[in-house]
């Protein structure tokens, strides 16, 4: 199968899974609990530190040997790449945080919805770009990611996406949207996965030696999202345990999906 079809193939689980979470504002009035929502906000940031390490940068590393290159060079400067490139859009883009009243980057008119989900979709850049490059790489001989490993770190980041969709669409609906556009809204923001899944993948086909630095990329703007965002939140209250809890579970299971699976 062409390595861009196996990306968008990739993207959609997780970009489903956005959506089925989102789907709950259907059956539930009430936003999710914060214990229960610093539990999944730390299962999040589990699953993406560990997805960043075996799923990325090992790759990353390994992928640069075989071309010849100091393994760390790639690592270290996607990774920085990476990071720099999420501060920019976290400055650059109006957002607001479900559960927050002051929005961050830069003034803005534009609505709390709207505001609401560009949060959730700065999250999903560089899942998106990680999933789409492991099934791109699945598909070439000779490379140390598998069929097996790009799906369970598709499988990972819907786990995590799930509870992610409920997060954003039930806010929306105490905003005064309406079940429907609340489901739309929430759901349109993981469509950013399939999107720059693709586009990552593409990129790859035109300039195949950059997909080391490519790799790193997306794992620094992963750890850009879960130490600036996911765990902070994860921790909000005075009893944080239950994000501890979740932290690392969701670094358990992730790990367990690579190691068994790759």
Not at 175 to 203: C, D, H, K, Q
Request: hydrophobic share 55%; glycine share 12%; net charge negative.
């Amino acid at each position: 199968m062409h390595p861009v079809v196996l990306a968008l193939v990739g993207t959609g689980l997780p970009f489903f899974a956005t959506a089925l979470g989102a789907a709950v504002v259907f059956f539930f009035r009430d936003e999710i609990k914060p214990a229960v929502q610093r539990v999944f906000l730390g299962f999040a940031a589990g699953v993406m530190i560990a997805a960043s390490v075996w799923s990325l940068l090992i790759p990353s590393i390994e992928m640069a040997e075989e071309q010849g290159t100091a393994g760390w060079i790639p690592a270290a400067g996607g990774f920085v790449l990476g990071g720099v490139f999420l501060l920019l859009l976290d400055r650059l883009l109006p957002h607001l945080h479900p559960g927050e009243d002051q929005p961050e980057g830069p003034p803005s008119s534009l609505r709390r919805t709207t505001m609401l989900v560009f949060a959730v979709t700065l999250h999903n850049i560089p899942e998106g770009m990680a999933v789409g490059l492991s099934f791109a790489l699945a598909a070439q001989s000779g490379v140390s990611i598998t069929m097996a490993s790009a799906m369970a770190l598709a499988v990972g980041i819907a786990l995590q996406n799930f509870p992610e969709g409920a997060a954003i669409s039930l806010p929306l609906k105490k905003e005064g949207l309406s079940n429907t556009r609340s489901f739309v809204y929430g759901a349109l923001s993981g469509i950013v996965e399939p999107i720059f899944g693709v586009l990552a993948v593409l990129l790859v086909g035109a300039v195949t030696p950059i997909m080391p630095w490519l790799l790193s990329f997306a794992a620094g703007a992963m750890i850009y999202v879960v130490v600036e965002e996911l765990i902070p939140e994860a921790h909000l209250g005075e009893h944080s345990h239950s994000g501890t809890v979740g932290v690392m579970a969701g670094f358990l299971v992730m790990m367990i999906l690579d190691v068994a699976l790759g």
